[in-house]
């Protein structure tokens, strides 16, 4: 799926550019489900929080989450980012 997919279900979904479109209205548009999506965006958001450290990882990741692709994120998932405090993948007391 690219960028372009994203932005014609956003843009069909929404009248005010200013609006934001719920995670579950896109799901829909895209036929991906919701919790796919967000996790995509949390790959991402980990991503440029933990190893770019980018000022607003939250923001750049609702942009770039459009132009990055499935396999991309899930490479950057098993190899590059470090496991969430609170997940059962990082070992007991381990901390970034």
């Not at 719920?22 to 829909?28: K, N, V, Y």
């Not at 991503?47 to 991309?72: K, M, N, R, W, Y």
């Amino acid at each position: 799926m690219d960028a372009h997919h994203y932005l014609r279900a956003v843009y069909r979904l929404t009248d005010d550019p200013d609006e934001r479109v719920g995670t579950g209205a896109l799901a829909d548009a895209v036929e991906r489900s919701p919790a796919a999506l967000h996790e995509e965006y949390e790959t991402l958001r980990r991503f440029l929080d933990g190893v770019l450290h980018i000022d607003d990882p939250d923001e750049e990741a609702a942009t770039l989450l459009d132009v990055v692709s499935a396999d991309v994120l899930q490479r950057l998932d098993e190899t590059v980012i470090p496991p969430p405090d609170d997940s059962p993948d990082r070992p007991h007391g381990q901390r970034d």
